[in-house]
């Protein structure tokens, strides 16, 4: 007989959280609904089972560690009975709700009731400008509606669908193995537990039909990449009545041409003219937003300091992205990119040149500094 933490794929000083983490995974896998009725899933998911309800009673982990297979026959594992006398026992103590909704619910009761419709994904780009101001777009989602032939039911008007006479309209169907109570979904009816004799001519019985829904979805301001919008009742339509499932949204914004986004602020990098960089003035900075410079067409005035160098960055408070959850706004971080003129005339360079034997360290000190640098350098490296 197998390892009980061998079966788990755990070490054996795993903890509680391990433990039901690995059975919450292995189950899901072997489950025999998940497999077709296999019975070698079956046996594999009867084994998990048996190690989880050992490893997870303290006592019995305990006697097990101690003794092995031998200290806890009779106790639940081991092949023996007692312990968990039903699989869904261990499953409605691990999975919940969630175990209920996988698997066609937890014991008892009837599945063939209304189902509740899918959720739906739909993946939409928006643009820079749309997160920045909010925007209302219009997407088309296929998805499935109520067939309007049959309203829903699958059967052809005037006719009704039947009981289906292996389940007796539950829905599932119960095999026990050993000690284990397995229950699946019935396979004369696929767990609906109704049969259509004479389906409907709309949707073939579906009850169903697929087609594109035009929704309009209103873009929050300050969303970013990622963001998620959920619109209740607008996925697939139930099943049998039920309601209809939700729709995600996910959202990503487009690369923009001129800004970059970090968190609420906005990156753009403008060129300044060599000669505003020296003598100082005012450059054009694109905006998203208005305000007290913004000239109402996306621009605004930012002031040049005299000397300014490639790399400065000029902080415009108040100009970057809004928040999403407050009333707090960004900041536009403008970066300076001092921009050597190209393309002289012969005038020009007769000028540039009498500029440059004019200048001294004290209008390049960086590069005074560089260059004394560089020749300690020179002269370390060549001994002179």
């Given amino acids: 007989m197998r390892d009980y933490y061998e079966i788990l794929g755990v070490d054996r000083s795993a903890d509680d959280a391990t433990l039901k983490s690995a059975f919450r995974k292995m189950a899901m896998e072997h489950h025999p609904d998940r497999n077709g009725g296999s019975e070698e899933a079956s046996a594999r998911f009867k084994e998990i089972n048996e190690a989880y309800s050992i490893l997870s009673d303290a006592q019995k982990r305990a006697a097990y560690d101690r003794f092995g297979h031998a200290g806890v026959n009779g106790m639940g594992g081991g092949g023996q009975g007692g312990g968990f006398s039903d699989v869904h026992d261990i499953f409605n103590e691990v999975f919940g709700d969630a175990f209920g909704e996988m698997f ?15 959720d739906l994904r739909y993946d939409l780009e928006i643009t820079l400008e749309q997160a920045y101001a909010s925007a209302e777009v219009e997407i088309k989602v296929p998805s499935s509606i109520t067939c309007e032939v049959c309203d829903g039911s699958g059967a052809k008007p005037g006719t009704s669908p039947t009981v289906c006479g292996t389940c007796g309209g539950a829905g599932r169907v119960r095999a026990t193995q050993g000690f284990f109570s397995i229950e ?21 019985g579906a009850g169903q039909v697929r087609r594109d829904r035009v929704l309009s979805v209103r873009i929050p301001a300050g969303v970013d990449d990622g963001a ?26 487009s690369p923009h041409d001129l800004f970059e986004r970090d968190g609420l602020d906005l990156l753009c990098t403008v060129p300044v003219p060599m000669t505003t960089a020296v003598l100082g003035g005012e450059i054009e900075a694109p905006c998203l937003t208005g305000g007290e410079n913004c000239d109402g067409q996306c621009r605004m005035k930012v ?17 970057g992205m809004p928040s999403l959850r407050s009333r707090e706004k960004g900041d536009l971080v403008v970066e300076l ?48």
Wanted: proline residues 6%; positive net charge; hydrophobic residues 30%.
């Fill in 303 to 319: 002031k040049v300091p005299d000397g300014v160098q490639t790399g400065k960055t000029i902080r415009l408070k108040g100009r």
């Fill in 337 to 384: 990119f001092v921009e050597t003129p190209t393309h002289l005339s012969a005038r020009q360079r007769e000028l540039m040149a009498e500029f440059a034997a004019l200048t001294g360290e004290q209008q390049h000190p960086k590069s005074a500094n560089f260059l004394g640098k560089a020749k300690r350098f020179w002269s370390e490296v060549t001994g002179g």
């Fill in 228 to 253: 998620r919008i959920r619109l209740a009742g607008e996925g697939d339509a139930g099943q049998r009545g039920g309601p209809r499932g939700d729709l995600y949204i996910f959202l990503s914004v």
């Fill in 184 to 204: 699946r979904a019935c396979p004369r009816c696929g767990g609906s537990g109704r049969m259509i004799l004479d389906p409907c001519k709309g949707c073939s």
């Fill in 104 to 118: 066609g619910g937890g014991r008892g009761g009837r599945r063939n009731g209304p189902a509740r419709g899918a």
